[in-house]
């Protein structure tokens, strides 16, 4: 099979031995594949593959089952995945677990973009972020995939949020989606001050912002950090987490082991899949790429300027 690999900074798509299908897994012929920051740093060399994982790209896909090795599936489905990597390739031998349907009315290219996101999303709001309905939630770089899966989820289950964003354009886009406003990162970004205190920061940024994010915590606040966009080293004034009992909480989901795995995707397909189905969420796809187009697409995504998601299309014969 053909499969990506970053290399030294460069992508090649190029030939790799299929894996094989053991117990429990399945097999899936890759329509198209969900682009996401975590594959821009690994393949500048910055953010490898958990051990024993594939150096293959692509921590999302979504295809139809093509081998079946005791399971729920049968080959002919319609699915999207959740990956640790092996994602941008012709196909993917992945633990079923951790497979989800495409909801109806929803494309395979679309559905290639939402399993990351949602899962990054609702673990870092509800699981780890205990929100509660009324809470208050703060989202940095809020136009970006899982920013725009995250402001969808606050609107469903009743949290009002608002957003750190870097034009007006993408603070617009926000806004369509259910935010209730923000400020841009060109202006104070102290004007948050205004909207607060939250009960919870969802925070890709890091260093930059972590002065500013405790004070703009609420007693007992939640501060998810799950990027360092921002750096990773910064001085704080550590007594401000005493006064307000807030809780630091540090959180990836792609080194987390199957079984954790498995019970999130669990709980998505329970709560939050249905809202696919009603319209209360979407995949917010901005553009797809050709396999051929690849490094137009890292590109892109590197520029900051997307609202929403990328996908690669591997085999257009399937949508």
């Known amino acids: 099979m053909k499969a990506l690999q970053g290399i030294e900074g460069h992508l090649e798509w190029a030939e790799r031995p299929a894996p094989t299908c053991s117990e429990g897994e399945v097999r899936i012929r890759v329509a ?13 060399g910055h953010y490898p593959p958990p051990a024993g994982v594939t150096d293959i790209l692509g921590l999302e896909c979504a ?12 080959v002919g489905d319609r699915v999207c995945t959740l990956l640790a990597g092996g994602g941008m390739a012709e196909e993917v031998v992945v633990d079923a677990r951790h497979v989800l349907p495409v909801p109806e009315g929803m494309s395979l290219h679309e559905a290639a973009a939402v399993p990351e996101v949602y899962a990054t999303a609702w673990l870092n709001l509800y ?6 309905a009324g809470d208050k939630v703060l989202l940095h770089a809020g136009a970006s995939g899982v920013g725009s899966a995250a402001i969808q989820l606050c609107k469903a289950f009743g949290n009002p949020c608002w957003v750190s964003v ?11 989606l259910g935010a209730q406003g923000g400020v841009l990162r060109g202006d104070s970004l102290e004007a948050l001050r205004d909207f607060g205190p939250f009960d919870m920061i969802l925070d890709p940024v890091g260093a930059k912002y972590a002065a500013l994010n405790m004070q703009l915590l609420a007693m007992d606040g939640r501060w998810v950090m799950i990027g360092l966009m921002g750096g990773r080293k910064a001085e704080m004034d550590l007594a401000g987490l005493l006064a307000k009992r807030i809780q630091l909480i540090g959180s990836t989901l792609r080194s987390r082991d199957a079984d954790y795995k498995a019970g999130l995707l669990a709980e998505m397909e329970e709560k ?8 209360k969420l979407s995949p917010r796809l901005e553009r ?3 396999i051929g187009d690849v490094e137009a697409a890292f590109d892109a995504l590197a520029s900051n300027t997307v609202s929403g998601k990328l996908a690669l299309v591997i085999d257009n014969s399937l949508s």
């Open 288 to 290: 797809t790429f050709a």
């Open 32 to 44: 198209a594949a969900g682009l996401n920051r975590a594959d821009l740093l690994q393949r500048a």
């Open 127 to 132: 699981r780890l972020g205990a929100l509660l």
């Open 63 to 74: 295809g139809v089952i093509a081998e079946v090795n005791g399971s729920r599936w049968k």
């Open 272 to 279: 939050v899949w249905p809202l696919f189905t009603q319209g």
């Open 166 to 176: 870097g034009s007006a354009e993408r603070l617009a886009y926000c806004e369509s």
